[in-house]
């Protein structure tokens, strides 16, 4: 199995906080580079080395303050980068008072726009949950009786790959009733309200904190033959932009999807309740299993009943129904 080294420049206020971002999409093994360490080493009178060759101190000198860590050089990697630039994107807008930094990505030993096209070769069709069979846009439509999503991620997270997309449709597959209204929180590709799409939903609402995941899902839906009289994208956070929450609010979705982050996900248990209908269904994904307890808390403490809870690899969806 090939890595591929990724770095993100952060700045020395910003590497705890990014470190637990990093940390909530999955990755554990971070190497954490601050320039005040080595500065400090040099600087400490009862430090144990008599001599620092120069090379050694013009080489930490020039290092960047960051944190360094490997994806697998395959489809999954793929999907984890774009879900962790999604979501430095996401806590760059909402940490605007402290100084994180440029948080750009720099990827060693290959040229990122190489490695956004290379990943095509890994992604064939595959099945999802009973009754979904997912179709990358560029293969050949296979023979089956499952029902067919076709999908081009483009540079937006979705392609169904990554556990957390499937735990969520898994979900989907079992709850979305016929003619349901749908609203897809953080809604990437639109794989998932896609498939809700699909499996019977009558309408959807989709939006993201991306602007160009409007024109990707868009374009998803229309590869799957869906009318735009019944599918809808916008974009935006949903947290903290008043007249996106206002334009959901009172649609009393029966269904409502989020496959983001633990911390986004407790933070939406106090706005969903406004979109959904008593006895609605919450789905939610993107929960490291770490993090568990603390979205069943918030679920608990949001009016929400546990209907089921999937896990695969390290990674958790919870099904739940608001009672109010």
């Known amino acids: 199995m090939e890595w591929i080294e990724v770095f993100v420049s952060v700045s020395p206020m910003g590497l705890e906080p990014i ?21 400090e ?4 009178p009862e430090r144990d080395w008599d001599y620092v060759a120069d090379e050694l ?29 999604d979501a430095l994107q996401n806590v760059k807008k909402q940490e605007q008072e402290i100084d994180l930094g440029s948080l750009e990505i720099t990827m060693k030993n290959i040229a990122e726009e190489d490695w956004a096209n290379n990943w095509k ?3 064939k069709p595959f099945p999802v949950g009973e009754r979904l069979l997912i179709q990358p846009s560029w ?17 937006i997270f979705g392609t169904g790959t990554h556990e957390t997309t499937q735990l969520c449709m898994e979900l989907i597959e079992k709850y979305t009733q016929d003619k349901d209204m749908v609203l897809d929180i953080g809604c990437g590709s639109g794989i998932l309200s896609i498939a809700s799409l699909l499996l019977g939903a009558g309408e959807a609402d989709a939006v993201d904190i991306d602007p160009n995941a409007i024109e990707i899902a868009y374009e998803n839906s229309d590869r799957n033959h869906i009318d735009r009289s019944t ?7 949903i947290l903290e932009d008043e007249e996106l929450h206002t334009k959901y609010s009172g649609k009393t979705y029966r269904l409502v999807v989020a496959n983001i982050v ?5 933070a939406l248990t106090k706005k969903v309740p406004d979109y ?6 919450f789905l939610c994904s993107g929960i490291i299993t770490e993090r568990k307890d603390d979205v069943l808390t918030a679920l608990k403490n949001g009016g929400f009943r546990v209907l089921d809870i999937l896990e695969k690899g390290s990674w958790v969806a919870i099904a739940s129904t608001y009672e109010g």
């Not at 293969?139 to 540079?155: A, M, N, Q, S, Y």
């Not at 633990?262 to 407790?266: E, F, H, L, T, Y």
């Open 139 to 155: 293969e050949d439509t296979p023979k089956t009786d499952r029902v067919i999503l076709k999908i081009d991620p483009g540079h």
């Open 19 to 39: 470190e637990g971002v990093l940390y909530q999409c999955g990755l554990t093994g971070l190497m954490i580079h601050d320039e005040r360490d080595f500065q």
């Open 276 to 281: 959904i209908q008593d006895g609605g269904t």
């Open 262 to 266: 633990a911390d986004v996900i407790i």
């Open 121 to 123: 070769k890994y992604f």
């Open 231 to 237: 599918y809808h994208v916008a974009a935006g956070n």
């Open 57 to 85: 101190v013009e080489e930490k000198e020039g290092q960047t303050t960051g944190i360094t860590f490997f994806l697998r050089d395959n489809l999954y990697g793929r999907e984890q980068l774009i879900q962790i630039k």
């Open 41 to 44: 080493f040099l600087e400490n």
